[in-house]
C-alpha cells in the first residue's frame, strides 16, 4: 500500500471500523437474500505527507455507475450550492461566454445556480439514473467518469473552460493525478479549479466520524492538498470554510502561469492545521479514542431508551448512516424505519442493518417515540419540517458530536 499523494509507504493505522457494506448500497427486497458484499474499513496517516485515507480501493465502476443520492433533494443543499455559482461567478467575473464544467454533476445542482448566473455549463456524471433526472432538468451531462475522453468530448462540444469545480467527488478519486492533468488541459490559461471536500480538520473537531466510508478514498486537509498541488505544476491560491456536511473545505486552485494571486487565507489555514497537529500521528490516535468513546456514548444512550421500551424510527438515510450504525451495531432490533424523502432510497433497506427505508408518511401512521435524525448535517431542517410530531410529543436525537435528545 502506497500514499496517493506521495507514495510513500510509510502508513501508519488509525482505527478500523470493521468489516461494513458499501455506504449507498441500499439493498431491494429481493436482494435481502443475497449474501451482502462487505469490505474493510480502515484509516491511515502518510508519514510522509499527511495525508489521511482508506487502505482499500473499492472500484469506482461499483460505486458510481448506479447512485442513489441525489443532491438537490436537500433544500439546505440548494441554496449551498446556488450561492457557491453565485459567489463564484462574481468573483471571477463570470458572463455568458463562460464555461463551467461540473465533475461528478450529480443532478445538476451546481451548474443550475451557474446558468442561473447565465454561464454555459456542462457536466460529467457517470451514474447514468442520476445523469438522466439532470438531463431531463436541461442541464447538460455527460453519463462518464472525468477522464481523457470525456474532456476532448467536452472541449470539442463547448471549447475550455473558465471554471471546473469538483464539489463532495475529488475524495472518491483513486487517480487524483489524473484528474489534474485533466484539469489543466480542460482550463484556459486564467481558469480555476473549484474544489469542496469535507475537511479533516472538522471532521476531528466535531467527532463526524461517519463520513468514513468507502466512497471516501481521502480525507483532506489543506497541508497534504497544497504539496499535491505543487507536485502536479498548480498552486492553491484560496481558500475557505464552509458548513456542508459538517464542515468542508472549499479550495481554490490556479494554473501555475496564471495571474491569480495567493491570498493570505492560504497562510491562515496552514498554519492554523500545523498548530492543530494535522502532520503529527498523535492527533490521529487521540482522535480513535475519542470514536470509540462516541460509540459507546450512542449504543448505550439508544440501548437505555430501548430497555425502557420507547419505539424509535431514525431520519434521513445518508451514505454515513451506514457507518454509524454497523460500526455501533445498531440494527433493526433497535430502529424500526428510517424516513427519507428521496424517492430513490424508498422501499429499499439500509445497508448492513437492513432497516426499512420509508416516506415521511410514517409519521402519520406510527407516532414513534424517539426519532434519530441520522442526516445530522441537516438537523436544523429536519426539525423544522417535523416540527407537528415534535409538538405532539415525538422526541429527537441527534447522534453526533454528541448523543443528544432535543425536542
Ligand atoms: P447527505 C453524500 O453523503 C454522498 P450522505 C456522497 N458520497 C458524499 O460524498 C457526501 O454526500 C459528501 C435525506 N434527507 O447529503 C436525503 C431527507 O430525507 O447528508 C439524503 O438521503 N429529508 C456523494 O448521503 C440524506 O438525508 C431532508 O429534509 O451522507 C442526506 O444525505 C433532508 C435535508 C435530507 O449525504
Known amino acids: 500500500m502506497k500514499c496517493r499523494i506521495c507514495g510513500s509507504k510509510d502508513l501508519k493505522k488509525i482505527l478500523s471500523l470493521g468489516n461494513t457494506p458499501l455506504a449507498n448500497s441500499f439493498l431491494s427486497r429481493d436482494e435481502l437474500k443475497k449474501e451482502e458484499k462487505k469490505f474493510p474499513l480502515e484509516i491511515f496517516f502518510c508519514s510522509g505527507c499527511s495525508l489521511v485515507q482508506l487502505g482499500i480501493v473499492v472500484g469506482p465502476e461499483l460505486l458510481f ?55 454555459q455549463t456542462i457536466g460529467v456524471e457517470p451514474a447514468a439514473n442520476v445523469a438522466r433526472i439532470a438531463e431531463q432538468d436541461g442541464i ?59 475537511y479533516l480538520v472538522d471532521m476531528i473537531e466535531q467527532m463526524t466520524f461517519d463520513n468514513i466510508y468507502h466512497e471516501h478514498l481521502s480525507y483532506f486537509a489543506l497541508i497534504p492538498l497544497v504539496h499535491f498541488f505543487r507536485m502536479h505544476g498548480m498552486e492553491v491560491f484560496d481558500a475557505k470554510r464552509v458548513g456542508s456536511h459538517g464542515g468542508s473545505l472549499r479550495v481554490f486552485i490556479k494554473k501555475l502561469e496564471s495571474s491569480h ?46 430497555s425502557q421500551g420507547k419505539s424509535i424510527a431514525a431520519y434521513g438515510a445518508p451514505a454515513k448512516s451506514t457507518t454509524l450504525l454497523n460500526f455501533c451495531g445498531i440494527g433493526a432490533d433497535c430502529i424500526d424505519y428510517i424516513i427519507d424523502d428521496s424517492p430513490l432510497k424508498i422501499g429499499l433497506y439500509a445497508p448492513g442493518t437492513h432497516i426499512p427505508v420509508v416516506s415521511s408518511k410514517m409519521l402519520d401512521e406510527d407516532r414513534p417515540d424517539y426519532v434519530v435524525i441520522l442526516a445530522w448535517n441537516f438537523a436544523k431542517e429536519i426539525l423544522e419540517k417535523t416540527r407537528k410530531y415534535a409538538e405532539k410529543g415525538v422526541k429527537f436525537i441527534i447522534p453526533l458530536p454528541e448523543f443528544k435528545i432535543v425536542g
Open 65 to 119: 455507475r448506479n447512485y442513489v443520492y441525489v443532491s438537490s433533494t436537500s433544500g439546505t443543499f440548494r441554496m449551498h450550492f446556488a450561492k457557491m455559482a453565485e459567489e463564484i461567478s462574481s468573483s471571477f467575473n463570470l458572463d455568458e461566454k463562460s464555461l463551467a464544467v461540473d465533475v461528478g454533476s450529480n443532478d445538476g445542482i451546481l451548474l443550475k445556480g451557474f446558468r442561473m448566473m447565465n454561464v
Open 140 to 198: 447538460e451531462t455527460i453519463n462518464d467518469f472525468f477522464g481523457r475522453e470525456s474532456v476532448d468530448e467536452i472541449i470539442r462540444r463547448k471549447g475550455h473552460a473558465d471554471i471546473v469545480t469538483a464539489a463532495n467527488v475529488f475524495a472518491h478519486i483513486d487517480d487524483i493525478r489524473d484528474v489534474v492533468e485533466n484539469v489543466k488541459h480542460l482550463l484556459k490559461k486564467e481558469g480555476i479549479f473549484v474544489i469542496e471536500v469535507q
Open 261 to 306: 494571486a495567493v491570498r493570505g487565507s492560504v497562510a491562515e489555514i496552514l498554519d492554523y492545521e500545523k498548530r492543530l497537529g494535522i502532520g503529527d500521528f498523535g492527533l490521529y490516535a487521540e482522535f480513535a479514542g475519542k470514536i470509540n468513546d462516541t460509540k459507546k456514548e450512542f449504543v448505550s444512550g439508544i440501548r437505555l431508551l430501548k
